[in-house]
């Protein structure tokens, strides 16, 4: 998972963890429901439960024309497998695994590459039924390859501490300061996250960068749009262009619907744009080969969560 989106990850259990319907501070009203944030991008928000998110990308064409373009294929999966609560502390683990195939097309030869993400997020969270105020931290190791030659570039981690208040039972806000290491970069930044119900059908996810907005014509459905960032980076062997390193960004604008069936179960589909793409590769020595602007595609995705 990239690190932008863990930052929406935890914001969202850290919500839910605050949900409507607990005892609030003096003078905060409780909601009358508990309510479940929209998961449009199927990245985990909401309640827990295992996830599967499949993603078919049109052809990103390289700006220059030369090479054709990258095709992406990519399967992401979330299995929650531990939770317990001490006192005014929730612990919980999960893991987060995604499979992306990418056809690279004519770009220096390097045909199709199989990239693995595999990743184990540790998380507490603190919250007292007597104050609007709630806490969240996590740390998520991980590593990012094909498995061909697999070496330290390959590892990565972050780490992330949030402070969060409920201004009202339709009403929250966080902070949070974030790092990261991949590819032997690190990097720092603070987060603002703000989630809004304004009422029953409607609710409003502005947690930069991904930004949602979500309605409800009936109980089991739900309407979405959203926007929020794609790509990743990985290490990679065995290549007769001397590549070992990919870093793939770029961002998706869809629309979604989901269905409820029962308590449990959550299908949902997406269709939009992928914009803003960039690809660089670099050699062992991360010095830049090809630094590559992606146009503009199509992509269609399909998502199974079930819900516990």
Do not use: C
């Amino acid at each position: 998972m990239r690190p932008t989106l863990l930052i929406l990850a935890a914001l969202g259990v850290a919500s839910i963890h605050a949900s409507a319907g607990e005892p609030m501070a003096a003078g905060i009203e409780p909601a009358t429901e508990r309510f479940e944030l929209i998961d449009p991008a199927a990245l985990g928000f909401g309640f827990a439960g295992f996830t599967v998110d499949t993603t078919v990308q049109g052809e990103l064409d390289y700006d220059d024309r030369r090479g054709g373009g990258l095709k992406l294929f990519e399967v992401r999966a979330i299995a929650p497998f531990a939770k317990f609560d001490h006192g005014h502390w929730t612990f919980g683990a999960q893991l987060n695994y995604a499979w992306t195939q990418a056809d690279f097309g004519g770009l220096r030869e390097l045909g199709t590459a199989d990239l693995h993400s595999l990743r184990t997020t540790l998380f507490a969270a603190y919250r007292r039924a007597d104050s609007p105020w709630w806490l969240l931290g996590f740390v998520s190791p991980g590593l990012a390859t094909d498995f061909n030659d697999v070496s330290g570039d390959a590892f990565n981690g972050n780490a992330l501490g949030l402070l969060g208040y409920r201004w009202s039972p339709r009403l929250d806000v966080a902070i949070g300061v974030f790092a990261n290491y991949a590819l032997n970069e690190v990097t720092a930044f603070g987060s603002i996250g703000v989630i809004w119900r304004p009422n029953d059908q409607w609710i409003v996810q502005a947690t930069p960068p991904i930004v949602a907005i979500g309605f409800k014509p009936a109980s089991d459905w739900t309407i979405s749009a959203v926007t929020y960032p794609g790509g990743g980076k990985w290490e990679v062997g065995g290549r007769e262009e001397n590549v070992r390193q990919v870093d793939l960004s770029l961002w998706r604008a869809a629309i979604s619907v989901e269905k409820k069936f029962g308590p449990h179960w959550r299908v949902s589909a997406r269709g939009g744009i992928a914009f803003g793409g960039e690809l660089e590769l670099r050699d062992s020595q991360e010095r830049v080969l090809v630094d590559r602007d992606l146009d503009p595609s199509p992509f269609g995705a399909v998502a199974v969560k079930w819900a516990f």
